[in-house]
């Protein structure tokens, strides 16, 4: 089976409730990947398949995390964003 980003939250394994409070995503119970079947169908990862599959899950984070600009790599303070605002 492949391993997939979770389509219900994307890959980050959780939700903001209305209140503020996160919850675990239902459908890849938190951890933001999912198997797919050859049919296309999505099912959640048995906790007794983490150790077999946390390198690829690894993998996968990184490129999800890189899709969204992270290098990994800190920031200097006068870089950071935050910081900029207000400036000029």
Do not use: H
Not at 47 to 62: F, G, H, P, T
């Amino acid at each position: 089976m492949e391993i997939v980003r979770c389509a219900s939250c994307d890959g980050y394994g959780w939700f903001d409730d209305d209140d503020g409070q996160t919850q675990d995503c239902e459908w890849c119970g938190g951890i933001g990947y999912t198997y797919r079947d050859a049919n296309g169908v999505d099912k959640r990862i048995p906790a007794a398949d983490y150790a077999a599959v946390s390198e690829q899950l690894e993998r996968l984070e990184k490129e999800r995390l890189r899709e969204m600009g992270y290098t990994g790599e800190a920031k200097k303070p006068w870089e950071q964003k935050i910081r900029q605002q207000g400036e000029g």
